[in-house]
């Protein structure tokens, strides 16, 4: 009997449900390889989806950075918990102090503390990591002293990324290459638009049209701005890590301490666990099913998504990957019935609000707080929080502006919005007393109130 026989009727089914233009699956099992594709890969041109299909990956990509990185580690080139400054010296952001102790580690993590979305365009050039660290003195504001919480940080990955291109003498684009792809016999990657006109590429959908701006610019690639890949390709890259680190023909690429690294416990992360996610290894998030450990990583582009996942304990790998920006309801009804068929356990279910009474939301966590890609004006309700969000930078072009939802209490300093957004409900967490929001990323505290002349500056956190 063939694995996963319908796992074809699955995708297309939650493709229609959700109104994905088109996506592709792959599963593997031990040896066995299940694959499935549905729809197109751009509505204008009408290109049929396949399962050899390529989708831009994301930050999925981040897992392929933080591999590399610890290649370097095992080769004794760097130590985790050096100062990144130790071996790029011209690595600065605005807060002097924190540019020369942030470690390698702290990058990995996201506890490095400075602004994460510094999306700046450096060039097509192989000079663009180099001139990505120049700018960030100026454009990485320091949020919290490194290593304090975690935060969702991007531009740490493209760090990451200069680091590996520098200590190898190379591009990261080549190193990745030589060091990930072809070693795996990843055939149907691409890392750079020229490569992925050879192969079936997707576009991206937003709101259900076709986006014109098809790759983030080329400084982004470490944090997973450049890889397009075939599902397929990801399952060979989960195999490696079911193996301890080894390709399929005995090739090493990670030492077994490396691998064991990447996918333990590192960090709690802050808030309620979204569908099992609660901490993070080196590299890949950490989920918990049902007692079933897994690791994995989304991604999400400009109309593009991946949902990458590893299960050690059934030697299960699952790639998905989608055309949409509106991709999350398709992930999560073809992950379930996959982890369902395949170990009989069940993937957590996002939250949902509480159905006990709402209660009033504390006035000290009202306020203003901003980050690079979105800036938050709180108000204290007897219901909880009325959180209005104004996307700015990328994310104001993928955004509806502004947009007010009202907030209940989940549980400790979480509250989740009363009403879904999008399919699911999302949450937002207050840490150190309301100093900083986090929902993701970290944003801080800029004022006690709502701007106008009555209100009340509170410390900020930009330059520590």
């Not at 930050?59 to 071996?87: C, F, H, N």
């Not at 490396?258 to 989920?287: H, N």
Request: hydrophobic residues 40%; charged residues 20%; contains cysteine.
């Amino acid at each position: 009997m063939p694995l996963l026989p319908d796992l074809s009727a699955w995708l297309t089914e939650a493709a229609a449900k959700h109104e994905v233009p088109g996506a592709a699956v792959a599963v593997g099992v031990g040896d066995d390889l299940a694959e499935a594709a549905t729809g197109v890969l751009n509505r204008d041109t009408g290109v049929e989806t396949t399962p050899a299909s390529l989708f831009q990956i994301g930050s999925a990509g981040k897992v392929w950075t933080a591999a590399l990185v610890m290649q370097l580690a095992d080769d004794g080139l760097i130590e985790l918990d050096q100062p990144v400054r130790r071996y790029l010296p011209d690595f600065a952001v605005a807060s002097a102090r924190a540019a020369e102790t942030v470690t390698v580690r702290q990058l990995l993590l996201h506890t490095g503390g400075f602004d994460g979305d510094v999306f700046e365009d450096t060039g097509r050039g192989d000079d663009a990591l180099d001139r990505y660290l120049a700018i960030l003195h100026d454009k990485a504001g320091q949020v919290f002293p490194p290593g304090t919480h975690f935060s969702y940080c991007n531009s740490g990955y493209s760090v990451l990324g200069a680091l590996v291109a520098r200590l190898r003498g190379a591009t990261w684009e080549t190193v990745t290459r030589e060091r990930l792809v072809e070693p795996l016999g990843m055939r149907h990657t691409a890392l750079f638009a020229e490569e992925a006109i050879l192969f079936r590429a997707a576009a991206g959908h937003v709101r259900g049209e076709v986006v014109p701006r098809w790759q983030f610019p080329r400084s982004i690639g470490p944090a997973g701005g450049a890889p397009a890949v075939a599902p397929r390709d990801l399952v060979r890259l989960g195999r490696m890590f079911l193996a301890g680190g080894t390709a399929s023909d005995g090739t090493r690429l990670l030492s077994a301490d490396a691998v064991t690294a990447m996918t333990s416990p590192q960090l709690t992360l802050p808030g309620v666990a979204e569908r099992g996610a609660r901490q993070r290894g080196l590299g890949p998030v950490l989920f918990d099913w049902d007692g079933t450990p897994a690791y994995g990583h989304d991604g999400d582009t400009i109309g593009q998504a991946t949902l990458w996942r590893v299960v050690p304990g059934h030697d299960l790998v699952i790639a998905v990957g989608a055309n949409s920006a509106s991709s999350t309801g398709l992930f999560d009804d073809l992950l379930d019935a996959i982890v369902a068929e395949v170990t009989g356990r069940t993937v957590p279910a996002r939250p949902t609000p509480p159905v006990t009474p709402p209660r009033p939301g504390p006035q000290r966590y009202a306020g203003r707080y901003e980050f690079p890609l979105a800036v938050y004006d709180v108000v204290a309700t007897d219901s909880g929080f009325d959180v209005t969000s104004q996307a700015r930078g990328i994310a104001a072009a993928l955004d509806e502006n502004p947009a007010t939802d009202a907030y209940v209490h989940l549980s400790g300093s979480t509250y989740i919005t009363a009403e879904p957004v999008d399919g699911s409900h999302s949450t937002l967490t207050f840490l150190d007393d309301g100093r900083y929001l986090y929902g993701g990323r970290v944003a801080a505290r800029v004022s006690g109130a709502l701007p106008g002349p009555r209100s009340q500056p509170v410390p900020q956190a930009r330059r520590a």
